[in-house]
């Protein structure tokens, strides 16, 4: 079955920097588009970042731009998200997420941005 796994949450204060990873297993991980998508507390969610199966084309969400940049590693099936310059409103729990669609998530990496 389809798993994501996400992981590298944690506390950074603000202006550092956390990178995440995303672990997937039991689908052809190197077909399909990957993205990552967030929720702060009490508010909806957001999408955050996207990838093409080959790693092109990376697309980001304008509150991220030039600060987060997604990567993937198709041998270990695996996506990341590297954050750098961290604000305290980045605070969210985190989650990968597989294909356009968006049909299966992971349980999500807590990150909190605070001094």
């Known amino acids: 079955q389809v798993q994501l796994m996400e992981s590298g949450g944690g506390l950074a204060p603000p202006g550092g920097s956390l990178r995440l990873s995303c672990a997937a297993s039991?689908?052809?991980?190197?077909?399909?588009?990957m993205s990552w998508a967030r929720q702060a507390p009490g508010k909806g969610l957001e999408w955050v970042s996207g990838?093409?199966?080959?790693?092109?084309?990376?697309s980001y969400a304008d509150s991220v731009k030039g600060r987060f940049t997604i990567s993937r590693d198709n041998a270990k099936n695996t996506v990341y998200l590297q954050m750098n310059q961290l604000k305290p409103e980045d605070t969210a729990t985190y989650y990968c997420?597989?294909?356009?669609?968006?049909?299966?998530w992971g349980k999500g990496a807590l990150v909190t941005v605070s001094s």
């Open positions: 990838l093409y199966s080959d790693g092109s084309d990376p």
């Open positions: 039991g689908f052809t991980f190197s077909s399909y588009y």
């Open positions: 997420t597989k294909g356009t669609s968006m049909d299966y």
